[in-house]
Every structure is written in structure tokens, then in C-alpha cells.
């Protein structure tokens, strides 16, 4: 099993590009997740997705947007990157209120 | 939304017990808490949960205070391999948000 895959690892963009963010799971699980964690900092929730065919606002959602494509599936979006979007971007999915999977980040500058 | 409070850092020496402690005290009755780690900029690794009993598996023990308001993780041999920051949250399946705090850095000193 390969868990929860994200891609790119790493990525740099010019201020006012878009971009995707991939993130893929083969366990089967419901529901699926986005932070971002600045340096030195927490992580943030930016959104989530419960279910196939929901999604939800996290803490701090402004500036992206999501698609849960399919059950496996949920990609983050960045319309008009900003340097203040210079983050890791973390993927998670969760089985049913247990442990929560972590895919291994996508590093994104924005210059 | 519950919000945990963790110290920023902790020290410990290698092969004692590492206690870490998060106060979750507006944590409702269907909450329940979970212990993460990270190391280095890995993602995060899960070690623990419980809703109100005592938990144990092959990693570590969750104490949950009888009121519930706040929990101690507890790494019984801690290694040098245990250097990570920890972090406690408390989050509900039926609302499936889960929000984490900043964590408490430990360092396991040989």
C-alpha cells in the first residue's frame, strides 16, 4: 500500500500563477484533509473534505479551493499564488474517527 | 472547537519516561483526544487516541483525567529516535475536524 500520495514534492511559482496540488489515498477512507504548515509554526487546517461529494472550510481557507474528484481523490488548488502562500502542504485522510494518514508534503515557494 | 494548550518545549533524558501534558478543558462529550508527532518536516505520525479510558499500544500510554479536560501523553523508554514536536487534539468523528496546536518540541538528551 502506498498510503496517501501528494505530488509535486516540491514546487516553485511565480506570484499570480496557479497551480494544483495532487493528493491521492488507497485506503479507502472517507474523509480527507489539507493543512499547511509554515516554518517553525503548527499546522493549519485550510480544508476538508467528511465525505465524497462534500468539502468544508478549515481555519484558513482563503485563497484555495478543493475538489474531491472521486473517493480516492482530493486536490488543492491556489488560483493566484501569493508569497504568503509559501507553505508545506500537508494531505491527510482519516478511517472513520481513528488515526489520521499523512502523505509526505508538497513544498511550495512562491517567489 | 476544542483548543488544546501545550508547553512550547520539553527536555528529557534518554531511557526515562517523557510525560507530556495538554490541557483540552472545553472538550465536549463526544471529543476525543489524539497524539500526533512529527519529526524533522515529515508528515505526522499518529501514536494514540481515547475518549475517556486509559489507553496503551506499542508505542505509548494516554492518561485522560477523570474530568477529561486534560491528558498526558507518556513515552515509557524514551530514545533519541523520540526527538520530535507532539502534538495533542481533539477532534470528533462526527464533525471530522481536527485541529492541531502548535505542538510541544521534545528533546531527548543522551
Known amino acids: 500500500n502506498a498510503g496517501v500520495t501528494q505530488t509535486p514534492k516540491f514546487q516553485v511559482l511565480k506570484t499570480g500563477q496557479s497551480m494544483t496540488l495532487q493528493c491521492a489515498q488507497d485506503?479507502?477512507?472517507?474523509?480527507m484533509y489539507w493543512y499547511r504548515q509554515d516554518p517553525g509554526m503548527g499546522l493549519r487546517l485550510i480544508y476538508y473534505s467528511a465525505s465524497e461529494g462534500t468539502t468544508d472550510k478549515g481555519e484558513v481557507p482563503n485563497g484555495y479551493n478543493v475538489s474531491r474528484l472521486n473517493k480516492r481523490e482530493f486536490s488543492l488548488r491556489l488560483e493566484s499564488a501569493a508569497p504568503s502562500q509559501t507553505s508545506v502542504y500537508f494531505c491527510?485522510?482519516?478511517?472513520?474517527?481513528?488515526?489520521?494518514?499523512f502523505g509526505q508534503g508538497t513544498r511550495l515557494t512562491v517567489v | 472547537d476544542a483548543k488544546t494548550t501545550q508547553p512550547p518545549s520539553m527536555d528529557c533524558a534518554e531511557g526515562r519516561a517523557a510525560n507530556l501534558p495538554c490541557n483540552h478543558s472545553?472538550?465536549?462529550?463526544?471529543?476525543?483526544v489524539y497524539w500526533y508527532r512529527q519529526i524533522h518536516s515529515q508528515g505526522p505520525q499518529y501514536i494514540i487516541h481515547g475518549l475517556k479510558n486509559n489507553e496503551t499500544n506499542e508505542m505509548a500510554s494516554l492518561i485522560i483525567t477523570e474530568d477529561r479536560k486534560s491528558s498526558t501523553l507518556i513515552l515509557p523508554h524514551a530514545t533519541l529516535r523520540d526527538t520530535a514536536v507532539y502534538y495533542c487534539?481533539?477532534?470528533?468523528?462526527?464533525?471530522?475536524?481536527?485541529?492541531f496546536g502548535t505542538g510541544t518540541r521534545l528533546k531527548v538528551l543522551a
Open positions: 485506503m479507502n477512507h472517507n474523509s
Open positions: 472545553t472538550i465536549s462529550g463526544n471529543e476525543y
Open positions: 487534539i481533539v477532534g470528533s468523528p462526527g464533525t471530522y475536524k481536527y485541529i
Open positions: 491527510a485522510s482519516i478511517r472513520g474517527g481513528s488515526e489520521a494518514f
